[in-house]
């Protein structure tokens, strides 16, 4: 590695309308048996958590790339309708209300969205 030849994507995720706004979009693993990472919008606001819901350790899509939001605010778990607030991932409603996502740091520039810390959280 040098700084001539940097890693293919240094943490590169998508770029912010790839995300549909008000809804999420699933950046799958990179790795056989990590988890991927759902990230969510709202205009020009993102957030990232990992895809593991705090219920039973599962995704939280059932189908790839297939996710439940309601008014820009809540995304909805597939599996028993977990409620979970964009803006820090808390269970609001549902069989593990109070319970979180976990967050994974990203940054925007220039409408792309990157990881702050890919190497470690991805
Ligand atoms: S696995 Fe998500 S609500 Fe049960």
Do not use: K
Request: charged share 20%; hydrophobic share 40%.
């Amino acid at each position: 590695m040098n700084a001539a030849n940097p890693e293919p994507h240094q943490g590169f995720l998508c770029a912010l309308d790839d995300v549909p706004d008000g809804g999420a979009l699933e950046i799958p693993a990179d790795r056989a048996g990590a988890p991927g990472v759902v990230i969510l919008r709202r205009g020009d606001d993102a957030w990232a958590y990992r895809n593991v819901c705090p219920h039973f350790s599962i995704p939280l899509n059932y189908e790839p790339n297939t996710f439940w939001a309601y008014d820009a605010e809540l995304l909805m778990c597939a599996h028993h309708s977990a409620m979970f607030r964009f803006e820090d991932g808390v269970c609001v409603d549902g069989p593990c209300e109070g319970a979180s996502l976990t967050p994974v740091e990203i940054r925007i520039e220039q409408r792309q969205i990157f990881n702050n810390d890919w190497r470690r959280q991805l």
